[in-house]
């Protein structure tokens, strides 16, 4: 399967704990993205990457979340001293461009305690 | 005003029905448009880029009009397996970037 993959498919934590999420994009997509989604909502823009770079980031991206993307392959997102606040589901998107269509992992799904 | 509104739903149709949704854009910059369906607790999924002219994939039709700033989802003789949650995507230029923005979705019920 060469789509999008994201680890681990779910979490538990408690408040407080740190957690990090893995993403695999498709292998020539340049753009990669973070979103997260609440129930009854679309999906919101944390940030994204061209390459390596991280070209912008959403107000809703506290200074408790950093993403990577260090060799502009795969990416991670951590979110430190975690919050309920921050229960969602969290979506990696590649594409190869920002206009055109972006592929969805099967997303990661944070639960805090 | 957010920059992508859709009618939230639910939309429960019989099985055959015809079924259009709409989604308005705020920004008349916008330059790319997609339909993105989301099954529950699963990820979006692209059902179809809209394009100026128009354009059609099955029983599926996309419009664009730019005037209006709007986009529609024509679904024509409705299956079961159609009952999701329909995600308008606007594509924003921004410098040298496009931002992508998605509504809230429209969901879909159909009935047998």
Redesign the interface.
């Known amino acids: 399967d060469t789509g999008v993959s994201q680890d681990p498919r779910h979490k538990i934590t408690k408040r407080g704990q740190n957690v990090t999420f893995r993403c695999d994009p498709i292998s020539e997509h340049n753009r990669l993205?973070w979103?997260r989604q609440t129930l009854?909502?679309?999906?919101?823009?944390l940030t994204?990457f061209?390459n390596e770079a991280q070209?912008?980031k959403s107000r809703l991206l506290s200074d408790r979340f950093s993403a990577e993307r260090p060799k502009g392959s795969f990416s991670t997102l951590e979110i430190q001293r975690t919050e309920q606040g921050d229960s969602a589901m969290y979506?990696c998107a590649s594409s190869p461009s920002?206009?055109?269509?972006?592929?969805?992992?099967?997303?990661t799904r944070l639960s805090i305690l | 005003r957010k920059e992508?509104e859709q009618d939230?739903g639910p939309f429960n149709v019989p099985e055959g029905a015809t079924v259009a949704f709409n989604c308005t854009y705020s920004n008349s910059a916008s330059?790319?448009f997609?339909w993105y369906r989301q099954d529950c607790r699963?990820?979006?999924?692209?059902l179809m880029?809209v394009y100026s002219s128009g354009n059609e994939d099955g029983r599926f039709t996309a419009q664009l009009n730019r005037a209006s700033q709007y986009i529609s989802l024509l679904i024509r003789d409705s299956k079961l397996s159609d009952s999701a949650t329909y995600?308008c995507?606007v594509?924003v230029p921004?410098s040298s970037?496009?931002?992508?923005?998605?509504?809230?979705?429209t969901r879909l019920s159909i009935r047998p």
Not at chain 2, 97 to 105: E, H, P, Q, V, Y
């Open positions: 993205y979103y009854g909502q679309g999906p919101e823009f994204y061209q070209l912008e979506l920002g206009n055109q269509p972006q592929h969805f992992g099967d997303g | 992508v939230p330059q790319s997609f699963k990820e979006p999924k692209l880029s995600l995507v594509g921004q970037a496009s931002k992508i923005i998605f509504g809230s979705g």
